[in-house]
Structures are given as C-alpha cells and as structure tokens.
C-alpha cells in the first residue's frame, strides 16, 4: 500500500495527502486557506482534480458533513492565445 506522503492529491501543483492532513489538523479547515498555503486548486485544472478529494478530507478529520465546508472560488477555464491574435486588428489589413 502506498505511503500517505507519496499520495498527490493536486497534480497540478504537486501537494500530497501528507501535507493536506497536516494543513487540516493545525487548523486550516477550510479549501481556500489550504488553497492559499499549498496552491492546491491554482494549477491549470483550476481544482477540478483536487477540490473534492481536499473537501473530503476535510470532512473526514472534522467529522464535518460535506455541505458544511465552504467552497472555493471557482474561476472559468482561461485558454492561452497566441500573442499574434493580441496584436492583429482589422486595421492592421
Ligand atoms: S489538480 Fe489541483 S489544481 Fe489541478
């Protein structure tokens, strides 16, 4: 079985199980204040990968109910764009 310290719960920003427990057991009991330590949630997938595992494990050492956890702010996906599209205008033409 593998080691909590070895389970990545936000590939994104590379943040174990290990450092997710210990944030929640010195207090940080809520996403954002996990988001705002580890960066878990700011990667490319926006916490679509790691919101809920880091929820659930919140839940799970509070004995907290799911719905009782505030959620994080959510942001829209943003899509890079090449800075050529930036800088063309139609009156470039
Ligand atoms: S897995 Fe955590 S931000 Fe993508």
Redesign the pocket.
């Known amino acids: 079985m593998a080691d909590e310290k070895d389970i990545v719960?936000?590939?994104?920003?590379d943040?174990t199980l290990s450092k997710i427990r210990e944030l929640i057991e010195k207090g940080y009991t809520t996403p954002d204040e996990i988001k705002r330590i580890t960066r878990?949630?700011?990667?490319?997938?926006?916490?679509?990968?790691?919101?809920d595992l880091i929820i659930r494990e919140i839940a799970r050492i509070t004995g907290k109910k799911i719905e009782e956890i505030p959620m994080t702010t959510f942001r829209p996906p943003i899509r890079p764009i090449k800075l050529g599209v930036l800088a063309e205008s139609e009156d470039d033409e």
């Open positions: 719960i936000c590939r994104c920003e943040v878990a949630g700011m990667g490319p997938c926006q916490g679509r990968t790691c919101r």
